[in-house]
């Protein structure tokens, strides 16, 4: 008889239970609730204006192909915006009429499947998200990747060179800032090395550099170091092993460089935690509890830290105290799913690069937002000869 | 006199020049000749012994070491008959010259489906050991530095995909 009772309850709760619970979607669009902050603060002091931006990717970057993984985002100024895009998607025969152009909607990762085509690797759009540049002249070197991993331009070059990292490939790029040229290429082209390495990677992830122009490489999702080079891409020294303890890394994802003296801020993202080391590599302090696929250091001198886990935005002061946060898994406007890369721009508008979610989306300052909680990105050296 | 002080002193110098090239020339022959007759030759049937780590796993059958591999060594080409490859038993081609070889074949993405892709494989020498690069364009990477020693095939592999990467040393013996 008890089982009895239970069978009919379980039969109820299945017959039911799908027309009274509501759906996954309908469930994130009640929690929208754009003035609050807190856990349910899904777009903190920001909103998307436009959830079809960038206009070169909507609706389709061509006929039956949508943009990928967005491995990376770079803002050097409101209208000069980088996107690093690991590759095409061919999409189904079919596909419904509220597809809104991002691989995410299937809920299916779009980082490595299905195979993607390598094109419109690296583009650079304004801020409507109209076209600029397509670097089509480089695609070809992502062909035997997954594509850019990230991107960036130094705060301190006056020449704004781009860098472009590719894990899968091993080396991290060095292109003239209007991507005519390829200055340099760090690592072995297809090589991975191992952790005492000097000449190449393996998957390196993440770059952020001192003043002076030296610079770390994260060292990756292969090795478990810290690379550091001068400013002519002469290694200086590395420091990491595999393990738990402190200056120990699995899988060193994302770096970040700052304060004063300078610190060298690693998203050890696979024992969840942020260590600090001075710049020769000394472990000063870690951060437990976060496992940060990317980190970016504001204007203001603070880390902000992009969790893998919870899929929120954190704002830590230098000393590890975390001040703010935002953000919830989804695939709806003003979620995110996987968000690998962020950036600022002058304007204090926000990208969020989505490496599964498959799309880049541009975050606004809502009126009279608290100016404590936006993301102020650095700023960059006026370009030598005025900019482009 | 000392301009033909001079001159027979440059013929002097400029002969010895001539005799320590020529010397070098000969010793970098004899040293890429000895190199070239100390690399090993890998041909035979290996049967696999043991790795470290235990029960190294590799994933989707990528780096899996196959429980036998058939290896055929000629003057500019080792190919490697084996299921490390993937499920299914594969000839793979590696030039020694340091070209790449380039071909259409199936492997296993990281998904498990399977699909038509690009394969690519490299080799170089490093004194006795020889270094392979395999790559396609599913996203599977590995790399097996080979070697001799008595009588024992010993594969360094590491491997790289978007998931975690691996390490192992693989041991083979000579069966048949």
């Not at chain 1, 942020?274 to 437990?288: A, K, R, Y």
Request: with cysteine; glycine share 10%.
């Amino acid at each position: 008889m008890h089982r009895l009772r239970l069978s009919l309850f379980a039969f109820l709760l299945v017959v039911l239970g799908f027309e009274l619970l509501p759906s996954a979607a309908s469930m994130q669009q009640s929690r929208v609730d754009p003035a609050k902050g807190g856990v349910g603060d899904i777009t903190g002091p920001y909103e998307v204006p436009d959830p079809k931006w960038p206009e070169w990717a909507h609706p389709y970057p061509k006929p039956g192909y949508i943009w990928g993984s967005q491995g990376g985002v770079f803002a050097e100024s409101p209208n000069r915006i980088y996107l690093a895009n690991r590759g095409e998607l061919k999409l189904p025969e079919r596909v419904p009429p509220n597809f809104p152009g991002n691989w995410g909607f299937f809920n299916q990762q779009a980082a490595t499947q299905p195979i993607a085509n390598m094109v419109n690797c690296i583009v650079v759009v304004d801020g409507n998200g109209k076209l600029i540049e397509a670097w089509n002249q480089w695609d070809k070197l992502f062909e035997w990747g997954r594509g850019p991993h990230q991107v960036y331009i130094s705060p301190y070059d006056p020449e704004r060179h781009v860098w472009v990292v590719d894990d899968m490939r091993h080396v991290v790029y060095k292109f003239t800032h209007d991507g005519k040229r390829l200055v340099q290429t760090l690592g072995v082209l297809d090589e991975f090395g191992d952790n005492d390495d000097l000449t190449r990677f393996r998957r390196p992830t993440m770059i952020d550099w001192l003043p002076d122009g030296t610079f770390f490489v994260a060292d990756g999702y292969g090795n478990t170091r810290v690379v550091k080079f001068n400013k002519d891409g002469k290694p200086l020294l590395k420091w990491g092993t595999r393990g738990t303890g402190p200056g120990q890394f699995n899988t060193p994802h994302g770096i970040a460089v700052g304060g004063s003296p300078a610190r060298v801020f690693v998203s050890d993202r696979g024992n969840r935690r942020i260590q600090v080391f001075d710049v020769n590599g000394n472990f000063l302090d870690e951060w437990p509890g976060i496992a940060p696929h990317s980190m970016m250091m504001s204007a203001d001198e603070h880390v902000w830290a992009v969790d893998s886990i919870s899929d929120r935005i954190v704002k830590f002061d230098l000393s590890g105290h975390a001040e703010y946060s935002f953000g919830q898994f989804g695939t709806r406007p003003g979620y995110t799913w996987a968000m690998h890369q962020i950036s600022a721009d002058q304007d204090g508008n926000l990208f969020i690069a989505e490496v599964f979610g498959g799309r880049t989306q541009k975050y606004r300052p809502r009126p009279g937002a608290d100016p404590t909680q936006l993301v102020r990105g650095r700023s960059l050296m006026p370009m030598a000869g005025g900019t482009r | 006199m000392t301009i033909r002080s001079t001159s027979t002193c440059a013929r002097a110098h400029a002969h010895a020049r001539a005799c320590a090239l020529l010397v070098t020339l000969s010793l970098s022959l004899v040293s890429v000749v000895a190199t070239a007759q100390q690399r090993p030759n890998f041909t035979g049937t290996w049967k696999y012994v043991s790795s470290t780590p235990p029960n190294y796993p590799g994933s989707n059958g990528w780096g899996v070491p196959s429980p036998t591999v058939v290896l055929t060594q000629t003057g500019n080409e080792l190919t490697i008959e084996s299921g490390q490859f993937g499920a299914t038993p594969m000839k793979v081609v590696y030039k020694l010259d340091g070209t790449d070889t380039i071909w259409d074949g199936t492997s296993s993405s990281q998904s498990g489906s399977t699909a038509v892709v690009k394969w690519r494989t490299k080799a170089s020498w490093d004194g006795n050991r020889l270094v392979l690069y395999t790559w396609n364009t599913a996203l599977n990477q590995m790399r097996d530095i080979m070697s001799l020693s008595g009588g024992q095939l010993t594969i360094v592999r590491a491997t790289e995909q978007p998931g975690p990467s691996t390490n192992a040393t693989l041991t083979y013996t000579k069966g048949s």
